[in-house]
């Protein structure tokens, strides 16, 4: 099943509903890249991702960073830090509204 977006399919197969490649969960909106702070729910990770924001007072960045809860489909394989590409869905829960599409890089 093609997702419409440049990433490729993972080579394990699983039998997830909730998959976007071996499931019927379509995706749309948004993608974020972040890594894998937390992987201690079931089927759920939380990305973390960083970024500036400018503090117009002080002329100054500050670093801001906030945290996102995504199904992470059993096919890949997440740990705690690796890099991911998540896209918006539909809300899968009351917190779940992203899922896992790429492993981008690894803690290798």
Do not use: W
């Not at 071996?22 to 993608?31: A, E, K, N």
């Not at 890594?35 to 670093?63: C, G, I, L, N, W």
Request: proline share 6%.
């Amino acid at each position: 099943m093609a997702l419409g977006l440049n990433v490729s399919e993972p080579e394990e197969t699983c039998s997830d509903q909730h998959c976007p490649f071996h499931g019927s969960l379509s995706v749309r909106g948004q993608t974020l890249e972040g890594m894998v702070a937390s992987t201690d729910m079931d089927k759920t990770v939380v990305v973390e991702r960083e970024y500036d924001v400018r503090v117009p007072k002080y002329d100054r960045y500050m670093k801001r960073r906030s945290r996102i809860p995504a199904h992470a489909p059993p096919c890949l394989g997440l740990e705690v830090g690796d890099t991911v590409r998540i896209a918006e869905t539909r809300p899968l829960s009351k917190t779940k509204s992203h899922v896992v599409i790429e492993r981008v890089g690894g803690d290798d």
